[in-house]
T-cell receptor, first 116, second 114 residues
């Protein structure tokens, strides 16, 4: 799976929008862009994923650049409960048992702090 | 509750003990995974099961032994562990192994080896 680059940390104020960037310049045509977050002392939680078009769900929005080499996770109104590590991960639409293709491989992610 | 249940939540074991971690999902998923998360480190993928068949073993020491008796249950059998094996062990499941679907994680088992 192609690699992603995220800032180590970001800060936000409560009730303001947050834009979390992710660069993936070597993305292939079969890679989905996945976002997960991990709150302290919990397992990761699926946030959103997309392939080419922007996606919205109840948790967040995913904006994907036209060339797909970058994406942005948008939290529309940050709350204190959104403080977490956010991971941007590329996953191939295919699954190959003998390699990392298709599997969820985590990097360091972005630690988001939300200030009251 | 995410739909993936892990037990126990906390486990303390001696280096000569044998214990098992359990993971259960009733989401109808066909792929299940074990991850390890050590302090200040990214999650490490340990084992992958797809349709109850182990398809991945990421160079995990033999003192960790996975078992997947059916698509709803996954175990991690532990024996003669080392203190450096202390970590959060996370189970996850997905519809299948492809990138089309997200993973659902359990809350993890916090393991301490003494």
């Amino acid at each position: 799976d192609a690699k992603t680059t995220q800032p180590n940390s970001m800060e936000s104020n409560e009730e303001e929008p947050v834009h979390l960037p992710c660069n993936h310049s070597t993305i292939s045509g079969t890679d989905y862009i996945h976002w997960y977050r991990q709150l302290p002392s919990q397992g990761p939680e699926y946030v959103i994923h997309g392939l080419t078009s922007n996606v919205n769900n109840r948790m967040a929005s995913l904006a994907i650049a036209e060339d797909r080499k970058s994406s942005t996770l948008i939290l529309h109104r940050a709350t204190l409960r959104d403080a977490a590590v956010y991971y941007c991960i590329l996953r191939d639409v295919r699954f190959r048992g003998s390699s990392n293709t298709g599997k969820l491989i985590f990097g360091q992610g972005t630690t988001l702090q939300v200030k009251p | 509750e995410t739909g993936v249940t892990q037990t126990p939540r906390h486990l303390v074991m001696g280096m000569t003990n044998k214990k098992s971690l359990k993971c259960e999902q009733h989401l109808g998923h066909n792929a299940m995974y074990w991850y390890k998360q050590s302090a200040k480190k990214p999650l490490e993928l340990m084992f992958v099961y797809s349709l109850e068949e182990r398809v991945e073993n990421n160079s995990v020491p033999s003192r960790f032994s996975p078992e997947c008796p059916n698509s709803s249950h996954l175990f991690l059998h532990l024996h003669t562990l080392q203190p450096e094996d202390s970590a959060l062990y996370l189970c996850a499941s997905s519809q299948d192994g492809t990138g089309s679907y997200g993973y659902t994680f359990g809350s993890g088992t916090r393991l301490t080896v003494v």
